[in-house]
């Protein structure tokens, strides 16, 4: 990897690219009639729930405003598919022990959208016992507290003392690693972070041992064609003090990339035919593409400028890591 200016031009290309597709691809996004009832969350809510989460980032980070205002249009169209957050309180009712619901609804409160019956439903299922039982994924429980802080709810554990049990947080020696065990590292990292609006989060500890070992998982998982994996170890690498830029990395992820935009999410595109069949294989590490060369073009002109101390669209407000009483 090297340090500098890396190449804005590529990654602008990359960002507008995966954007156009997954605007194009907005069908497949829409919520179901049966969205709280009997469909699988894991093909309705959450990707709509990612769209949300990365898209709200660039819309405000990313620094070409046509680039913000695309992101900002499918974070609307995904807003407007909850319908205004009513959607929230239906699945927070129907299941008040559930996180993904407010785990969702976090994604928007971030951004000041906000139901009244959802917020009274959150402030009753989060202080039940129930919701406090410890959770096995620590990775996860970090999204979980974020999404408290994010609606300005009482976290329910310390978020350090949970940081401490992840594969970050352990700091496991790197050729342990499989490929769930990075993908938790680099979702580790994003909460941490909060996807990266907050990088000095990042302790001297957890930034060496990244620094250190992100270049050979890189090599590791692009001999494997990994484009999902990948993007997401060019995220992480991007929210490094000095970030450095790996050219053969992000050429080698451009080149993954179709003339659509689309970006697979291991080796090639499927060559069915079938629309929906593409969206599964590709929505998630088009995504992911858009967000780490949004991450990676905020580096550029770091590493040209310098950032600027206390930069409201930089630091967005605090992550902490520590629990925190909300007012």
């Given at each position: 990897?090297?340090?500098?200016?890396?190449?804005?031009?590529?990654?602008?290309?990359?960002?507008?690219?995966?954007?156009?597709?997954?605007d194009e691809a907005r069908?497949?996004?829409?919520?179901?009639?049966?969205?709280?009832?009997?469909?699988?969350?894991?093909?309705?809510?959450?990707?709509?729930?990612?769209?949300?989460?990365?898209?709200?980032?660039?819309?405000?980070?990313?620094?070409?405003?046509?680039?913000?205002?695309?992101?900002?249009?499918?974070?609307?169209?995904?807003?407007?598919?909850?319908?205004?957050?009513?959607?929230?309180?239906?699945?927070?009712?129907?299941?008040?022990?559930?996180?993904?619901?407010?785990?969702?609804?976090?994604?928007?409160?971030?951004?000041?959208?906000?139901?009244?019956?959802?917020?009274?439903?959150?402030?009753?299922?989060?202080?039940?016992?129930?919701?406090?039982?410890?959770?096995?994924?620590?990775t996860r429980t970090l999204?979980?507290?974020?999404?408290?802080?994010?609606?300005?709810?009482?976290?329910?554990?310390?978020?350090?003392?949970?940081?401490?049990?992840?594969?970050?947080?352990?700091?496991?020696?790197?050729?342990?690693?499989?490929?769930?065990?990075?993908?938790?590292?680099?979702?580790?990292?994003?909460?941490?972070?909060?996807?990266?609006?907050?990088?000095?989060?990042?302790?001297?500890?957890?930034?060496?041992?990244?620094?250190?070992?992100?270049p050979s998982w890189l090599?590791?998982?692009?001999?494997?064609?990994?484009?999902?994996?990948?993007?997401?170890?060019?995220?992480?690498?991007?929210?490094?003090?000095?970030?450095?830029?790996?050219?053969?990395?992000?050429?080698?992820?451009?080149?993954?990339?179709?003339?659509?935009?689309?970006?697979?999410?291991?080796?090639?595109?499927?060559?069915?035919?079938?629309?929906?069949?593409?969206?599964?294989?590709?929505?998630?590490?088009?995504?992911?593409?858009?967000?780490?060369?949004?991450?990676?073009?905020?580096?550029?002109?770091?590493?040209?400028?310098?950032?600027?101390?206390?930069?409201?669209?930089?630091?967005?407000?605090?992550?902490?890591?520590?629990?925190?009483?909300?007012?």
């Amino acid at each position: 990897m090297t340090g500098g200016r890396g190449d804005p031009g590529l990654l602008d290309r990359m960002v507008r690219g995966s954007l156009g597709w997954l605007d194009e691809a907005r069908g497949f996004f829409r919520l179901p009639p049966n969205v709280t009832t009997d469909a699988d969350p894991n093909l309705t809510l959450k990707p709509l729930g990612e769209l949300a989460e990365l898209t709200q980032l660039i819309g405000v980070l990313h620094p070409r405003n046509e680039i913000r205002q695309a992101a900002r249009g499918l974070f609307a169209f995904a807003w407007n598919e909850t319908r205004d957050g009513e959607l929230f309180a239906e699945l927070i009712h129907g299941e008040p022990f559930a996180t993904y619901p407010v785990e969702l609804y976090g994604t928007f409160a971030q951004a000041g959208l906000r139901h009244a019956d959802a917020d009274a439903l959150v402030q009753t299922t989060t202080r039940l016992r129930g919701w406090r039982v410890a959770r096995e994924d620590h990775t996860r429980t970090l999204n979980v507290l974020n999404a408290e802080r994010r609606l300005g709810l009482r976290q329910h554990a310390d978020f350090a003392s949970v940081l401490a049990l992840t594969g970050l947080g352990r700091l496991p020696e790197p050729w342990t690693l499989d490929r769930k065990s990075v993908y938790g590292v680099t979702h580790d990292v994003f909460h941490l972070t909060d996807w990266g609006r907050n990088r000095q989060r990042l302790s001297p500890e957890f930034a060496g041992y990244l620094r250190l070992w992100l270049p050979s998982w890189l090599d590791t998982w692009l001999e494997e064609e990994m484009w999902d994996l990948v993007g997401e170890l060019l995220a992480v690498t991007a929210c490094l003090p000095a970030a450095p830029f790996d050219p053969v990395a992000w050429q080698r992820l451009a080149t993954a990339q179709a003339a659509d935009g689309s970006v697979p999410e291991i080796g090639a595109a499927p060559s069915s035919g079938d629309p929906a069949e593409a969206f599964l294989a590709c929505y998630h590490s088009t995504l992911v593409t858009a967000f780490a060369a949004t991450l990676a073009r905020i580096a550029c002109d770091e590493a040209e400028a310098g950032p600027v101390a206390g930069d409201p669209a930089l630091v967005g407000g605090r992550t902490p890591c520590e629990s925190e009483n909300a007012p």
